[in-house]
């Protein structure tokens, strides 16, 4: 069974500056899609950034950018120029490419972002 | 395009009562999941359903729970009997399935149950 770990459980950064969230997997499975979502106080769960294990090309979304391993299972976000509106639990998840489409997240990360 | 819609937004239940959470895809999504979040962890997969079908139920508890999709209406998750240990939120997703690329999920603002 595919798992996420996400062994930060906090986080915190400056307004303006870059952050690092990580995220490591285990699969033995060589084709997957890996997310990383936002939950604001809200409670809504957004997505932020997607990266297919195919495409060697990073994903890069605007201010949000991944470092994705494949070699390493290692797949971490960084959100540059952060904003307050960042602040929010970052969850990242796992999916097969074939079989269930069931989502796997790992535990999550709270992120604050100081003024 | 409306999003995905779950309804009640909050559920309070006494232990022994039943619980039903229902959940609307989004316009042209025909598969959809369903998760429960306890408090300070992630999202945990339920269910993946289909129009009239279940297509995968492995995260789903083996009894006290179910969940339908018929050809009319919404997503329905049943929970009966409740117990304090259902106390979570409970979101749902939908999306396009295998025709969608990369059939990604869209998630609904969550249910969230107490058990009183």
């Known amino acids: 069974a595919q798992t996420v770990t996400q062994s930060q459980p906090e986080m915190s950064v400056q307004e303006a500056e870059t952050v690092t969230l990580s995220c490591t997997y285990d699969?033995?499975?060589?084709?997957?899609?890996l997310f990383w979502y936002k939950q604001p106080p809200s409670r809504q769960m957004i997505l932020v950034i997607r990266?297919?294990?195919?495409?060697?090309q990073n994903a890069t979304e605007n201010r949000f950018s991944v470092n994705f391993q494949k070699a390493a299972k290692s797949f971490s976000l960084k959100i540059s120029d952060s904003q307050l509106g960042d602040a929010a639990m970052y969850f990242c998840?796992?999916?097969?490419?074939?079989?269930?489409?069931?989502?796997?997240f790992g535990k999550g990360m709270k992120l604050t972002v100081n003024p | 395009n409306a999003g995905v819609m779950q309804n009640p937004r909050h559920l309070v239940r006494r232990r022994g009562q039943e619980a039903r959470l229902r959940c609307s895809p989004m316009?042209?999504?025909?598969?959809v999941y369903w998760y429960r979040q306890l408090p300070e962890e992630g999202l945990k997969f339920m269910v993946y359903?289909?129009?009239?079908?279940?297509?995968?139920e492995s995260g789903m508890p083996k009894e006290r729970f179910s969940a339908e999709f018929p050809k009319e209406g919404p997503s329905i998750l049943r929970i009966q009997q409740v117990v304090r240990g259902d106390s979570a939120a409970y979101f749902c997703?939908?999306?396009?399935?295998?025709?969608?690329?990369?059939?990604?999920?869209?998630f609904g603002p969550g249910t969230r149950l107490t058990v009183t």
């Open positions: 998840a796992y999916r097969s490419r074939g079989g269930s489409e069931k989502l796997v």
């Open positions: 316009k042209g999504h025909s598969h």
């Open positions: 990266q297919e294990a195919y495409k060697q």
């Open positions: 359903l289909q129009k009239e079908n279940i297509i995968d």
């Open positions: 699969t033995s499975e060589s084709d997957y899609y």
């Open positions: 997703a939908s999306s396009l399935g295998r025709t969608g690329t990369p059939y990604e999920q869209y």
